[in-house]
């Protein structure tokens, strides 16, 4: 499988078969110009949206139209199971609900935690089951921040760790860069591109914090 990290919180990974999935496509320019990513070009198959805000769920602009999942369902031979989160740590009445998608690709099990704003229940922890590889908001603020998002990876227990959501030049918003959530850890192994591949024989014994550069 390989994992394309395009900015922000926006993924495409691309099967054996050659089927592409992108999740959370940014709009570039959203939020008065904070998100400052190039514009995606990448054409996916399916577009997985972990919750509507224009940072994540711009599928209008996306080469020819990939299939939108917004909820549990099979698409194109993929099953994608959905545990229902919050965007903050007040039950969603501060930025609304978030939905966190499993999925197993190339017999590899991946999570994405969208904007989650709080550490997980037991319930949760027991919905989205075993996972290979979380890819998880560390920034704060909006989302889960360095601590929190610690706290979720001892919750889900997960072989690989890829943070997303984070502080970028091309991210204005006032959160944290993925060095304050890497810091300390170890096993971190830092890609030298945005493209990076993973075999399902290649999966780590030992947790691995993998920090993908934006491509965008």
Do not use: W
Request: glycine letters at 10%; one cysteine or more.
């Amino acid at each position: 499988m390989k994992i394309k990290y395009i900015g922000h919180s926006c993924f495409l990974l691309t099967s054996s078969t050659g089927l592409t999935i992108m999740i959370d496509p940014y709009k570039s320019g959203a939020y008065g110009g904070a998100i400052r990513y190039d514009p995606i070009v990448d054409r996916a198959d399916i577009a997985v949206l972990s919750h509507d805000h224009e940072d994540h769920a711009n599928v209008k602009d996306l080469p020819e139209q990939p299939l939108s999942v917004r909820a549990e369902s099979r698409v194109k031979g993929v099953d994608f199971d959905v545990t229902q989160t919050f965007h903050d740590d007040n039950e969603g009445k501060d930025r609304g609900p978030n939905r966190c998608f499993s999925f197993e690709l190339d017999g590899i099990r991946v999570c994405h935690l969208g904007d989650l704003g709080h550490t997980l229940t037991e319930e949760q922890v027991k919905s989205i089951g075993a996972v290979d590889i979380l890819l998880i908001p560390v920034g704060g603020r909006f989302t889960i921040g360095p601590e929190e998002a610690h706290q979720v990876v001892e919750q889900l227990a997960p072989k690989i760790v890829v943070p997303m959501h984070f502080k970028t030049d091309k991210c204005l918003f006032p959160i944290e860069p993925a060095d304050v959530f890497l810091e300390g850890k170890s096993e971190v192994r830092r890609s030298g591109g945005s493209e990076v591949i993973i075999n399902k024989e290649d999966l780590p014994g030992k947790r691995t914090y993998l920090y993908i550069p934006p491509g965008n």
